[in-house]
T-cell receptor, first 117, second 111 residues
Framework: EPEVTQTPSHQVTQMGQEVILRCVPISNHLYFYWYRQILGQKVEFLVS????????KSEIFDDQFSVERPDGSNFTLKIRSTKLEDSAMYFC???????????????FGPGTRLTVL | GEDVEQSLFLSVREGDSSVINCTYTDSSSTYLYWYKQEPGAGLQLLTYIFSNMDMKQDQRLTVLLNKKDKHLSLRIADTQTGDSAIYFCAEKTGGGNKLTFGTGTQLKVEL
């Protein structure tokens, strides 16, 4: 069964460093998403991406964040200058609105745990 | 704005029914979802309900929606040890695809 994959599973970085989190969405999906979950808190929406542009973003997704689909398979989240409060589990998801019988169901990856020291 | 709340823990005996509750605030919710997260895994969609329905049954899972009280519940019949996981309630509102999640309920199934 196709699945969303994410790398790395755990990333440790120093405050102020740039990080790139990588995701490979399900191959025929058209919408891509990033969510995050700070330890002990809710899963929060960051951004959705469709047709090579951001379709929706939250207040969390400020100028320090960017997303890119550099080729036909990867979807990346870049944090330019990490802060301690960026430490969280980051989930990638993808969906296909044309998939019959579903409600544009979002399929989630296993997450990347980002630790900022 | 949207807010979704759940209780944090639930413990049941194997074979009993589990009921996980969720409340939400946005009356314009279009779809409401239940996701399951097992250790080390992503969020797996279990079931969803459209906001104009009040009940949906899918094998051992029953979803009840009380739109007036903005209350959603997930009932798992004959709970098994493999059902031990974190269960997230989520809503989709408006025309976009953004999901708003609750904090998750940790279900522990005891023998």
């Amino acid at each position: 069964e196709p699945e969303v994959t994410q790398t790395p599973s755990h990333q440790v970085t120093q405050m102020g460093q740039e990080v790139i989190l990588r995701c490979v969405p399900i191959s025929n999906h058209l919408y891509f998403y990033w969510y995050r979950q700070i330890l002990g808190q809710k899963v929060e929406f960051l951004v959705s991406f469709y047709n090579n542009e951001i379709s929706e973003k939250s207040e969390i997704f400020d100028d320090q964040f960017s997303v890119e689909r550099p080729d036909g398979s990867n979807f990346t989240l870049k944090i330019r200058s990490t802060k301690l409060e960026d430490s969280a589990m980051y989930f990638c998801a993808s969906s296909d609105p044309l998939l019959a019988g579903t409600d544009n169901e979002q399929f989630f990856g296993p997450g990347t745990r980002l630790t900022v020291l | 704005g949207e807010d979704v709340e759940q209780s944090l823990f639930l413990s049941v005996r194997e074979g009993d029914s589990s009921v996980i509750n969720c409340t939400y605030t946005d009356s314009s919710s279009t779809y409401l979802y239940w996701y399951k997260q097992e250790p080390g895994a992503g969020l797996q969609l279990l079931t969803y309900i459209f906001s104009n329905m009040d009940m949906k049954q899918d094998q051992r899972l029953t979803v009840l929606l009380n739109k007036k009280d903005k209350h959603l519940s997930l009932r798992i019949a004959d709970t098994q040890t493999g059902d031990s996981a974190i269960y997230f309630c989520a809503e989709k509102t408006g025309g976009g695809n953004k999901l708003t999640f609750g904090t998750g309920t940790q279900l522990k199934v005891e023998l």
